[in-house]
Nanobody, 120 residues
Framework: QLQLVESGGGLVQPGGSLRLSCAAS????????IGWFRQAPGKEREGISC????????NYADSVKGRFTISRDNAKNTVYLQMNSLKPEDTAVYYC?????????????WGQGTQVTVSS
């Protein structure tokens, strides 16, 4: 296992911001594409963003495009998800995952998840 660890979740009011972090302790994270997924209660897990390993090419689901930004800090071996203009429908458990490429179907490893709750 690659041991990904997410952090940064919490309770935030609608319109607020959070920054999630995905850190790795046992491998060099920039060798992999890192995706962010989320799962709301009663719903399937959905992919919301991904950043490729080398060129840093990114993609976003329509539901978060323009509000969320994925980035990586290779010196800190960490990938971030900056979430702005949060909405109640963004409430979910957020997971990061390592993949060979963003277009790859198979996930090499998952983090344990971090809860994000958007509520007034």
């Amino acid at each position: 296992q690659l041991q990904l660890v997410e952090s940064g979740g919490g309770l935030v009011q609608p319109g607020g911001s959070l920054r999630l972090s995905c850190a790795a302790s046992k491998f060099t994270l920039d060798h992999y594409a890192i995706g962010w997924f989320r799962q709301a209660p009663g719903k399937e897990r959905e992919g919301i963003s991904c950043i490729n390993s080398r060129a840093g090419v990114t993609n976003y689901a329509d539901s978060v495009k323009g509000r969320f930004t994925i980035s990586r800090d290779n010196a800190k071996n960490t990938v971030y998800l900056q979430m702005n203009s949060l909405k109640p429908e963004d409430t979910a458990v957020y997971y990061c995952a390592a993949k060979s490429l963003c277009v790859s179907v198979d996930v090499l490893d998952w983090g344990q998840g971090t809860q994000v709750t958007v509520s007034s």
